[in-house]
């Protein structure tokens, strides 16, 4: 959701399909007023990571998922922007124990 100064909305969008549940972890917003969501999709017993992007009018630029081979569950909690290069994920591994996880995305 973008507010403008006075706490109008601007526009509001939702991520993901309507049997999957989501909760938003982190957001950045780059120079260009584009938008970066993080956060977990819960399927079935899993939860993987998501990462989207929406531009500056709250269209939807792209989108993607992360769970590694294990399928195990996998939850972001920070997103950090590289410039024009990419962005980087930091979160965590759910097997037997929580194991640190870092993801480098370059849209």
Known sequence: MKLDPSGTVQWAQVFGAA???????????????TAYVT????????????VASYDSTGVLSWQNTWNDAVGGSDESRCIA????????IGGDFLRSDYTAALIKYMP
């Open 19 to 33: 049997n999957h549940a989501l909760a938003e972890s982190a957001l950045a917003i780059d120079d260009s007023g």
């Open 81 to 88: 922007l590289t410039g024009a290069t990419g962005l980087y």
């Open 39 to 50: 956060g977990l999709e819960h399927v079935g017993l899993r939860q993987t990571v998501f």
